[in-house]
């Protein structure tokens, strides 16, 4: 094994370090987060921090980096209270990972990429079309973090589109049947492999078994 401590952590160049820090937390769905300002220009970025925070009431959460006049998805959010979660498959990854460029505000990632924007009821925020997973959220905390000045930003699940063939009986989502896409650190999209299931661990397990 290769083992690093804090002086080595520290002393890494950046990139690498960057890479190392941002790889070893394991894998992360690819989403593109919809919005919008109040002039209705549209937005696209690419995240892949989403988590979810409960399901009563159904929230989900998304890191942000630290804030600057740039950071249109956190201005648009500020502004309409509005964004959207859209799944990235595999085969819309390369257009999604161009959504993590910064762009000038006038030009819409949707139109550069080569996505489709759609807008449903009582959203103000534009989801992806091309997406089989489609989150419509609202604003509920914006929490910073002293520690490095990220921020957590909270939304309420507003409203779920999902392509049919991916929702199975018992509500479970198929991520392999969706193709979506799971990112390592920030250019390693991997393919999501056929889901070994597990029953729901009701009680606890014994010492004998596995
Ligand atoms: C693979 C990948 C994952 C990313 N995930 C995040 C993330 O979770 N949080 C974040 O603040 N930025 C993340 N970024 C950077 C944003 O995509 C980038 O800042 C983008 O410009 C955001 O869009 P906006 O400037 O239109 O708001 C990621 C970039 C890449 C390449």
């Known amino acids: 094994m290769i083992s ?8 890494m160049e950046r ?18 987060i919809g919005s ?18 409960g399901a009563s ?30 799944g990235v498959s595999m085969a819309m990854h390369k257009r999604a990972h161009l959504c993590s460029a910064p762009y000038a505000r006038e030009m ?9 924007p759609i807008y449903r009821k009582d959203m103000m925020a534009p989801f992806v079309a091309e997406s089989p997973i489609q989150i ?3 604003l509920e905390e914006d929490l910073e973090i002293a520690l490095n000045g990220c921020r957590i930003i909270i ?28 990112i390592a650190g920030l250019n390693a999209y991997h393919p999501i492999g056929a889901a070994e ?3 729901y661990p009701a009680k606890p397990l014994s010492k004998n078994q596995p």
Do not use: W
Not at 109 to 116: A, I, K, M, S
């Open 4 to 11: 690093f401590f804090l002086a080595d952590i520290d002393g």
């Open 15 to 32: 990139h690498f370090r960057r890479n190392v820090i941002n790889g070893i937390g394991g894998c992360k769905s690819a989403n593109l």
């Open 36 to 53: 919008i300002d109040s002039q209705g220009r549209e937005n696209l970025g690419l995240f892949s921090s989403i988590f979810h925070l």
């Open 57 to 86: 009431p159904a929230l989900l959460g998304f890191q942000m980096r630290p804030v600057h006049e740039g950071r249109h998805t956190y201005h648009n959010i500020l502004d309409t209270g509005h964004f959207t979660v859209n």
């Open 108 to 116: 819409s990632e949707f139109e550069l990429c080569g996505f489709r």
């Open 136 to 138: 419509g959220c609202k």
């Open 155 to 182: 939304g309420r699940i507003l409203q779920v589109h999902l392509e049919e063939s991916i929702l199975l009986d018992d509500g479970c989502v198929d991520l392999h049947r969706a193709d979506i896409a799971a």
């Open 197 to 199: 299931s597990q029953p």
